[in-house]
Nanobody
Framework: QVQLVESGGGSVQPGGSLRLSCAAS????????MAWFRQGPGKEREGVAA???????TYEDSVKDRFTISRDNAKNTVYLQIDGLKSEDSGTYYC????????????????????????????WGQGTQVTVSS
């Protein structure tokens, strides 16, 4: 069983920054794909950033200039740096992970599965709330 625990959410003013963290546990291998999704009030959950274990990244177009995803594979942790926060960034941010395996197999697996759609991921965290208001 995989557990994903997010942290780092909070209330910030427009223009501020936050760094979200998500630690994965329960598997002896790294997750090839880790991603961040968000869900605003009354909206569907949408993918904002994903990263392959070897570093390849994918961003949703509207956030790629302000969001940065990164990973510490040794800690099986993924981060999301959010700069220039806007009110429309408010919502619950979820970490997701899938496709666990040995790091040595990662080059053959490739980043193609690290998508921004919710069906691509089996394991989800509980979410961390981000509120942007003045």
């Amino acid at each position: 069983q995989v557990q994903l625990v997010e942290s780092g959410g909070g209330s910030v003013q427009p223009g501020g920054s936050l760094r979200l963290s998500c630690a994965a546990s329960g598997k002896s291998y790294s997750a090839y794909c880790m991603a961040w999704f968000r869900q605003g009030p009354g909206k569907e959950r949408e993918g904002v950033a994903a990263q392959f274990v070897l570093g390849d990244t994918t961003y949703e177009d509207s956030v790629k200039d302000r969001f940065t995803i990164s990973r510490d594979n040794a800690k099986n942790t993924v981060y999301l740096q959010i700069d220039g926060l806007k009110s429309e960034d408010s919502g619950t941010y979820y970490c997701a992970a899938d496709y666990f395996g040995p790091l040595s197999d990662a080059p053959e697996v490739g980043p193609g599965r690290c998508l921004l759609g919710t069906p691509a991921y089996t394991w989800w965290g509980q979410g961390t709330q981000v509120t942007v208001s003045s």
